[in-house]
């Protein structure tokens, strides 16, 4: 079972829809959570981070944690075609810095 | 701020071949990198993680003679892909962290090696 989970898509909403993406993990000893925008051909940009259970704002998106069900989420409202890319879960032990990444999810928003 | 360069971004080289990527945290003191290849349609796996002037630790699988990691300053950590092949081929992305158990984690925009 890899350490960290995610649906690759793809995804394809309409402009202006909530789109929700979502990670699970498989052990309770990862502290630290992160989402990662990458587009093609580019590095991850880092969207949000966390590192405790419940949500986290930042604009049009929403970061939230449920270590009970070890399961990430991130939810973009409003979405916009400039959103379309690919978004990776990203988390680690807090012992350590080493990240895991999901598989990323691929989303278009089409106008 | 937290901008990570890389170079080069693209670099084609002949089978056999020795090349060396640069990654360079330049609006911050980078005391440990990441380095991480991914190949197409699929997520980064972590290659290894150097701290700065300290030997670099490699990730199960990846051989340390062919990868050769250097980290000899704050802001500056290079990957030396050693006689290279075909298989090598991948985009590498190298990221940095201040070192904090609180930092994150910022990322180059990688480089596309293509060996041919």
């Known amino acids: 079972q890899k350490e960290v989970e995610q649906d690759p898509g793809p995804l394809s909403v309409p402009e202006g829809a909530i789109v929700s993406l979502n990670c699970t993990y498989s052990?309770?000893?990862?502290?630290?959570f992160m989402w990662y925008r990458q587009y093609s051909r580019k590095g991850p940009e880092l969207l949000m981070y966390?590192?405790?259970?419940g949500n986290k704002e930042d604009g049009r998106f929403t970061a939230q944690v449920d270590k009970s069900s070890k399961y990430i989420s991130l939810f973009i409202r409003d979405s916009q075609p400039s959103d379309s890319a690919t978004y990776l879960c990203?988390?680690?032990?807090?012992?350590?810095?080493?990240?895991?990444f999901g598989k990323g999810t691929s989303l278009l928003v089409t106008p | 701020g937290a901008v990570v360069s890389q170079h080069p971004s693209r670099v084609i080289c002949k089978s056999g071949t020795s090349v060396k990527i640069e990654c360079r945290s330049l609006?911050?003191?980078?005391?440990?990198m990441f380095w991480y290849r991914q190949f197409p349609k699929q997520s980064l796996m972590l290659m290894a993680t150097?701290?700065?002037?300290?030997?670099?630790?490699?990730e199960q699988g990846v051989e340390k003679d062919k990868f050769l990691i250097n980290h000899a300053s704050l802001t500056l950590s290079t990957l030396t892909v050693t006689s290279a092949h075909p298989e090598d081929s991948s985009f590498y992305i190298c990221?940095?962290?201040?070192?904090?158990?609180?930092?994150?984690?910022?990322f180059g925009p990688g480089t596309r090696l293509t060996v041919l």
């Open positions: 990221s940095a962290s201040g070192g904090q158990i609180t930092d994150t984690q910022y």
């Open positions: 052990n309770s000893a990862f502290q630290y």
């Open positions: 966390t590192y405790s259970s």
């Open positions: 990203a988390i680690a032990r807090i012992s350590g810095y080493a990240l895991n």
């Open positions: 609006d911050f003191q980078a005391t440990t």
């Open positions: 150097s701290n700065e002037g300290s030997k670099a630790t490699y």
